[in-house]
């Protein structure tokens, strides 16, 4: 169990099992706004990613955040109609069959105390299954299965504070894919997130709210969220 600093000496966060909780002390719940960043990050993020299912902690979630944020330029090239193919991203590894991309620890938004369990998920991105709302490229099924969907080089040096991601270009392909559309949300909002399934909501609820409203069966959102047996 890890703790995390944070601005209040009344609100501490602890990661525990790869989940973000919070301990709020002293403070009652009340009906007022919640007030949003003052420079909040508005993230795009395909929606073949929103909907994609798999048995994800919250700290997976923020790792997966911490890459769409890292693949804005692309992503934003895609609306823009440009062919996955010419985009940048893919023009600059065309010599090989995957990408490549350096993020910061900084980018995750968590203290160096917390580098271990960091560390830890980061590793397990490439052990954890999920399924896309597309279809299979080389069975033409309704869904692709992906047995992870990266990995991630971490260095052993403590001065070190950059990790390396590789992905299969098939994957990344998917991840700055916006035929089905796209989710904008606030990075900053998803970050604050205790549960692992409230960050999810977050994001389906996000690809939704400009059209008023929306229904989903309940053996769709125990799917998306490995839920089936529960």
């Known amino acids: 169990m890890k703790e995390i600093k944070t601005k209040s000496l009344r609100d501490k966060k602890k990661i525990v099992n790869g989940e973000i909780v919070r301990e709020r ?18 993230l795009k993020q395909p929606n073949l990613v929103t909907m994609l299912s798999g048995d994800l902690s919250n700290l997976h979630s923020r790792i997966i955040i911490s890459l769409v944020e890292k693949l804005q330029d692309s992503i934003s090239q895609s609306i823009n109609k440009v ?51 597309t279809k299979d490229p080389i069975t033409g099924g309704d869904t692709w299965c ?20 590789t992905i299969k270009k098939d994957v990344a392909k998917i991840l700055v894919n916006v035929d089905k ?25 996000s690809s939704w709210k400009d059209k008023g409203s929306f229904s989903i069966t309940l053996e769709r959102v125990k799917k998306w969220l490995k839920l089936e047996n529960k």
């Open 25 to 42: 002390k002293g403070l009652t719940r009340t009906n007022k706004p919640i007030k949003l960043p003052d420079n909040p990050t508005w």
């Open 83 to 133: 062919p996955i193919e010419q985009l940048s991203l893919f023009k600059e590894h065309k010599e090989t069959d995957q990408i490549s991309l350096m993020i910061p620890f900084k980018d995750f938004e968590l203290t160096s105390n917390n580098y271990p369990e960091l560390k830890k998920a980061l590793k397990e991105m490439d052990l954890i299954p999920v399924e896309f709302d």
């Open 146 to 165: 992906v047995p992870g969907l990266f990995s991630a080089f971490i260095p052993d040096e403590t001065y070190q504070r950059t990790i390396k991601i």
């Open 181 to 205: 559309g796209f989710t904008k949300y606030i990075k900053e909002i998803a970050f604050q997130t205790q549960s692992k399934y409230t960050v999810r909501m977050y994001m389906l609820i």
